[in-house]
């Protein structure tokens, strides 16, 4: 199967099937909702909230599902962009998103290539400063992303 064909078929039925556009939404919605609690629960652990429960079990449990969240995000979104790509990027709402996006992205990966979950997994009060710097600062963007998102449909 060539490539144009087996993005085509998916493209054609979000423009013809009227339940085809609101499903990908739905799932959209439901990674949202996967990444974003669980990246909120380890934050917040992080913060020193839950000090009861290890921070290491709890990160095997919530980052895998957050990463399982994100990728249902990334392929929902990808097959919407790819429907409506002209509207999109003429959009302010989704280049800020896209922005955003990017940020948390480099954040993300700074804060793991630095070793904050292991200097918060040696401290019972969680993270360092700067690891808790890089944990709110993750949840803003994160939710900037989230509001930028609602706001396409707006602006």
Not at 39 to 58: D, M, Q, S, W, Y
Not at 69 to 94: D, H, K, R, Y
Not at 101 to 117: Q, T, Y
Request: charged fraction near 10%; aromatic fraction near 8%; hydrophobic fraction near 65%.
């Amino acid at each position: 199967m060539n490539a144009p064909l087996a993005i085509n078929a998916p493209l054609a039925a979000l423009q013809t099937h009227p339940w085809a556009f609101p499903a990908l939404e739905a799932l959209h919605i439901a990674g949202i909702a996967l990444m974003l609690g669980n990246l909120v629960i380890f934050e917040l652990r992080l913060f020193g909230l839950g000090a009861g429960i290890a921070l290491r079990p709890l990160a095997r449990l919530a980052l895998p599902l957050a990463v399982a969240g994100f990728a249902a995000i990334v392929v929902s979104g990808l097959l919407m962009f790819a429907s409506q790509a002209g509207e999109l990027l003429t959009n302010p709402a989704f280049r800020l998103k896209m922005l955003l996006l990017v940020a948390a992205g480099c954040n993300a990966v700074w804060f793991h290539a630095r070793g904050s979950l292991a200097r918060a997994e040696a401290s019972p009060a969680g993270a360092d400063p700067l690891g808790r710097l890089l944990g709110a600062l993750s949840l803003a963007l994160w939710l900037g992303v989230l509001a930028c998102g609602r706001a396409i449909a707006y602006v």
